[in-house]
């Protein structure tokens, strides 16, 4: 039997389900305290949407590019929640040298690009 899983509401990463989840995993959201406590404080899904409309068809944004800073490390981690979670709607991709990749295993720096 499969365990089942479900995507967190906050950082867009699949999760599976506990043991300690078992009288309520109907209403588990999120896969995390960190998750819970700060659920979309971090919203970038709509400035990489207009990142992307705004760009060629097939072009993609590296998530330094939407923090606006040239520092790289600069909320990148909180741009990664928030494409995680357009993957999971089906808007983006994540892209790493020209290879659409797994946004839970990916690792180092990656692009995105509307489907």
Not at 41 to 55: A, G, N, T, V
Not at 70 to 88: F, M
């Amino acid at each position: 039997m499969a365990i089942p899983s479900k995507m967190c509401a906050s950082c867009g990463r699949s999760f599976e389900y506990r043991k300690k989840w078992a009288k309520n995993w109907a209403e588990v959201k999120y896969c995390s305290d960190e998750c819970r406590r700060n659920k979309t404080k971090f919203d970038y899904r709509e400035r990489i949407l207009s990142e992307l409309k705004s760009r060629p068809r097939g072009a993609t944004i590296a998530a330094h590019e939407i923090s606006g800073t040239d520092d790289k490390s600069a909320d990148v981690e909180t741009i990664k929640r928030s494409a995680r979670l357009l993957v999971g709607s089906g808007e983006i991709e994540f892209v790493q040298n020209g290879r659409v990749v797994d946004p839970d295993t990916a690792r180092g720096e990656v692009f995105f690009r509307l489907r």
